[in-house]
């Protein structure tokens, strides 16, 4: 069948104070009863269509758990999916660095428009490796003491018995273009068998949604059968390979 549109989805909140700011600001956030509706719009276009969507998750919060467990078997043609690092598949997974960036953010009650004066470039932090990005935490002391709301394994068990399916966001959360290709072809592998121990399904969700054309080839070539990146996003190629989502 063919596939409509795939919404790429963040966070999720009931009221405005249950996540920092800077995700609103960012637009990283829908409420949930908005996010309901849209979905249950989107599978009656599909309907008539005759289409199907993936709803895909990135970043791997807990807050997909807000969602009725019997929700998606009222829309059949709705197939949910959450894509995690893999750190996240981890037991205990760090915080990912710009996720700690608005949690503090938040308790120091900065807004994005004063990081500049604060020395932080929140774009320029983006451009990064995951273990630059942390490294710069440590030397601003900016740290989380809390266990981040990331999906547990006992989670994306109870998801997987509702039907959802578990895919990678990728070895690390920054911009795998930079990676020189052997290096990365090594990372994806170690992507890809981290979802086949786990039963996952051998997908991939561009982090940052940036990639080219090179670097989606490489993830075919390492037997990647699905990615998806984000049409927001700029910094991507033009291959059929990748699927393009959009932010809701
Ligand atoms: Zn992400």
């Known amino acids: ?9 963040h966070r999720i909140h009931t009221k405005k104070t249950d996540v920092p700011a800077s995700y609103h600001t960012l637009g990283m956030t829908i409420e949930l009863k908005r996010l309901l509706n849209r979905l249950e719009l989107l599978h009656k276009t599909n309907l008539s269509n005759g289409t199907t969507s993936y709803v895909t998750f990135d970043d791997g919060w807990r807050d997909v758990l ?11 043609s709705l197939q949910p999916v959450v894509f995690l690092t893999d750190e996240q598949f981890e037991e205990r997974p760090r915080w990912m660095p710009l996720h700690t960036l608005y949690d503090w953010m938040e308790e120091k009650e900065y807004t994005l428009d004063q990081l500049s004066q604060l020395g932080i470039d929140r774009v320029k932090i983006k451009d990064w490796r995951v ?7 440590m030397e601003h002391q900016l740290s989380i ?5 990331y999906l547990s394994h006992q989670d994306l068990e109870t998801l997987r018995t509702r039907g959802w399916k578990i895919g ?12 020189p290709s052997e290096r990365l072809r090594s990372m994806l592998e170690g992507s890809l068998s981290l979802l086949l121990d786990f039963g996952a399904e051998s997908w991939l969700s561009w982090p940052e949604g940036r990639w080219d054309d ?23 190629g033009t291959s059929s390979l990748v699927e393009m989502r959009t932010l809701w």
């Open 214 to 236: 090179e670097v989606a080839a490489l993830a075919h070539e390492v037997g990647f059968t699905k990615q998806f990146g984000l049409k927001e996003e700029p910094r991507s």
């Open 66 to 76: 807000l969602i009725p467990e019997d929700f998606f078997y009222q829309l059949p």
């Open 1 to 9: 069948m063919i596939e409509l549109e795939s919404p790429c989805v």
């Open 145 to 149: 003491d809390e266990r981040p709301e």
């Open 168 to 179: 990678s966001h990728g070895p690390e959360h920054s911009d795998l273009r930079t990676l």
């Open 131 to 137: 273990d630059e990005q942390h490294k710069f935490l």
